[in-house]
């Protein structure tokens, strides 16, 4: 995580977030760019764009009707060899959400910036992780920055590790909060990127010379081995995963390297810990600080990734908790958080349980304030199980007196 | 067709699953078929509107003729180029088996 109390260093520069991931974006060097505006993703490709009308980035731009064809487009493009890259928000992605899991099964490497915004209806142009949990299932590598660097970092990780699993990545930040704020961040350049990524070398290109079929038609009889190939490709990325962070390291001396790049936790070995994605990190290692000077031993661990989802690590750094409070901005009606579903699942088999309680918090845009983690840490101090299922997740945010039956 | 007769019973799947051209000549279509077609070669002007629509590329010019043909192997019975032919030189007749 970049410091936000240091200043910008020489390096650092100061820049929007979008405008700062299309820089990065461009420092891959991109074959191809095609997308559509949606907010609060448009500054991404709107500087892209910049960026190839005016010479400095060698790309081809590809205009397109609707965010369905912006993916389609990077499907052609990825297929006949190319280094495609998108950006989306919200109904952007959910309009993607074919050609994606499409894109998953051709397996092309196709990288994503997703600035994360509900999904309709109500209408809400906020930042929450419906979207990106609404496309968990597709085979897509999905990662959470938590600051504007790390949306940088994710997006040139991201193709290092696509290119050699063949699998596509959605790099999610936060919109608004990360998109949409002014932060110092390192800008790679070319040449250091293109030491830490060399030109994608695919198994399979689409070339009239040599004809192929991409994306074929499978029986019963194939389907199955098919899919389970992603499968196991997802399991083949932790490895990955941790080397490219191992090498990003000492390109770039960013340290991403924590629980082998798939979490980053910050005090945790304490009793009480929290789990969160994203933006909300920073809040919350300001009222852990609080918290902690107050004699009360809470910490945070954050997944940095979240498909391949980080099993063993969560293990690792969940099980001898005290109690454990999941922070979401995601909820699955008739259910539960997805984030706290799957955590609890992951521990189901492991030597211990903590009791965990979720928390749908932040969602569309609503302030997570310093009080309201508090709030949280509090009520996850006194979580014991067993707990009724009405007991596990609750949404202390509510406004229940806008309720029309005033919450009864 | 039985699992012995499938030919891509044992397909390898690549990654993506990407297959090489020409691999589905070996499934004979033509064995769904209910209706074949029938030529009156004296009829036919050679215009090639059956191998222009017919969905399996199965009407073909016959070497050395002024009259085209059909690939039974392949063909499915659609019926289309008895629809589209110009002289009603196709018919369909039912398979007799």
């Keep these: 995580m970049a410091k936000a109390e240091q200043n910008p260093s020489e390096e650092q520069k100061v820049m929007k977030g979008t405008s700062a991931v299309a820089r990065g974006v461009m420092a891959a060097n991109p074959d191809v760019v095609s997308a559509y505006p949606i907010t609060p993703q448009t500054g991404v490709v709107e500087k892209l764009s910049d960026l190839v009308a005016d010479g400095e980035l060698d790309s081809e731009f590809i205009k397109v009707d609707s965010e369905f064809n912006a993916a389609s487009t990077c499907i052609g493009a990825s297929a006949a060899g190319a280094r495609a890259f998108s950006a989306t928000s919200s109904q952007g992605l959910k309009l993607m959400s074919e050609p994606l899991f499409t894109a998953a099964g051709m397996r092309l490497p196709i990288v994503m910036a997703v600035a994360n915004r509900s999904l309709s209806a109500p209408l809400s142009i906020w930042a929450d992780h419906t979207d990106a949990f609404a496309e968990r299932d597709g085979g897509m590598m999905q990662f959470h920055a938590e600051d504007v660097q790390e949306a940088i970092d994710h997006v040139l990780m991201g193709f290092r590790v696509a290119e050699q699993v063949n699998l596509p990545v959605l790099s999610n930040f936060d919109g608004f909060i990360l998109t949409h704020v002014q932060e110092p961040a390192d800008i790679p350049t070319e040449e250091e990127v293109s030491e830490f990524l060399p030109p994608r070398d695919p198994e399979y290109t689409l070339d009239p010379s040599d004809p192929k079929t991409m994306g074929a038609f499978a029986r019963p009889e194939h389907w199955t081995e098919a899919r389970y190939e992603i499968q196991r490709a997802m399991e083949e990325s932790k490895d990955v995963w941790a080397k490219t962070v191992e090498e990003f390291k000492e390109i770039f001396g960013r340290d991403y390297t924590e629980y082998n790049g798939m979490l980053d936790t910050y005090h945790g070995d304490a009793d009480y810990r929290l789990v969160a994605l994203g933006s909300m990190c920073g809040t919350i290692r300001k009222v852990i600080d609080e918290y902690r000077a107050e004699g009360v031993d809470v910490g945070l661990i954050r997944p940095r990734v979240h498909r391949p989802f980080p099993t063993e690590e969560l293990r690792e750094a969940l099980g001898d908790a005290e109690a454990v409070g999941v922070l979401t901005k995601e909820m699955s009606p008739g259910y539960e958080s997805a984030l706290a579903g799957e955590i609890k699942g992951t521990l189901y088999h492991a030597e211990n349980q903590p009791p965990i309680k979720s928390f749908v918090v932040g969602m569309a845009g609503r302030d997570i304030t310093a009080s309201d983690i508090g709030a949280m840490i509090e009520e996850t101090m006194e979580a014991s199980a067993p707990m009724a299922f009405d007991e596990q997740e609750s949404w202390p945010q509510l406004r229940e007196e806008l309720l029309a039956d005033g919450g009864d | 067709m039985s699992e012995s007769e499938d030919p891509y019973e044992n397909l390898t799947i690549t990654t993506g699953a990407v297959v090489e051209p020409n691999t589905s000549r070996v499934n004979k279509t033509g064995s769904w078929r209910q209706f074949k077609p029938v030529i009156n070669v004296d009829a036919c002007i050679a ?32 019926g289309i180029c008895e629809e589209v032919c110009p002289t009603d030189a196709i018919d369909m007749i039912r398979e007799e088996k």
């Design chain 2, 47 to 78: 215009c090639g509107q059956c191998d222009t629509y017919c969905p399996d590329q199965a009407a073909k010019p016959v070497e050395g003729e002024d009259y085209y043909g059909f690939d039974l192997d392949y063909c499915k019975g659609c």
